[in-house]
């Protein structure tokens, strides 16, 4: 029953790769939002999805690609990843643009 | 631009202490205003928020808020903290449809 999960948990791959986080809620939420925490545990968010469709794109490489298959859905794929992207990534979803529902988090580790 | 400041880095209380943690907004427009808790390992949970109405409000686990819309605050108090409130928080305000967070709060409470 959970609200918003996320998989993996954790991620370690090397320099250069090529991985996918992928974020399921079931909440029946129209908006969705992937996050970056980084090691000083400062959030920034760097996409949102309203009903598949993108809504905000912060200043993130192009390296980071969200898709959105269906409103329950919201992936991020990231190519070539480097050493700056070791961070714990949070997915979350939120009625409209309200109060928002947070995932696990994924713990992502570039070696 | 959305920008939120929380003024303490960390604070370190003993058990039966009272907490309040600052946090100041700048926005222009009608703001929602939240506190998240994250802790340890694990996922940000909202503790209260504010939308309209009467300005202090309560949350879960003893946690309430005031917002001052003067000094564009929403300060986060805790009367009498336990050992499990150790725990990084954060403000954060929803404008332009994003929320945006505070650099957030480390609590430590001692036994």
């Known amino acids: 029953d959970t609200a918003v999960s996320q998989t993996p948990k954790y991620l370690v791959t090397q320099m250069g790769n090529d991985k996918s986080i992928k974020c399921e809620q079931n909440?029946?939420?129209?908006?969705m939002y992937w996050y970056k925490q980084d090691s000083k545990k400062f959030l920034k968010i760097m996409f949102s999805?309203?009903?598949?469709?993108?809504?905000i794109n912060e200043t993130v490489p192009n390296r980071f690609s969200p898709k959105s298959p269906d409103k329950a859905h919201l992936n991020l794929h990231i190519n070539s990843l480097e050493l700056g992207d070791s961070a714990v990534y949070f997915c979350?979803?939120?009625?409209?643009?309200?109060?928002?529902?947070f995932g696990p988090g994924t713990r992502l580790t570039v070696t | 631009a959305q920008s939120v400041s929380q003024h303490n880095h960390h604070v370190i209380l003993s058990e039966a202490a009272s907490l309040e943690l600052g946090c100041n907004y700048s926005?222009?427009?009608?703001?929602?205003l939240f506190w998240y808790v994250q802790y340890p390992g694990q996922h940000l949970q909202l503790l209260l928020k504010?939308?309209?109405?009467?300005?202090l409000v309560k949350g879960i686990k003893g946690f309430e808020a005031e917002f001052i819309k003067s000094k564009f605050s929403f300060n986060l108090r805790k009367p009498s903290v336990q050992w499990s409130d150790t725990a990084e928080y954060f403000c954060?305000?929803?404008?332009?449809?994003?929320?945006?967070f505070g650099a957030g709060t480390t609590v430590t409470v001692r036994a």
């Open positions: 979350a979803s939120s009625p409209r643009s309200y109060e928002q529902y």
């Open positions: 909440l029946g939420h129209d908006t």
């Open positions: 999805y309203n009903n598949k469709e993108l809504i």
């Open positions: 926005y222009g427009g009608t703001v929602n």
């Open positions: 504010y939308f309209s109405g009467d300005p």
């Open positions: 954060a305000v929803n404008g332009d449809y994003k929320l945006s």
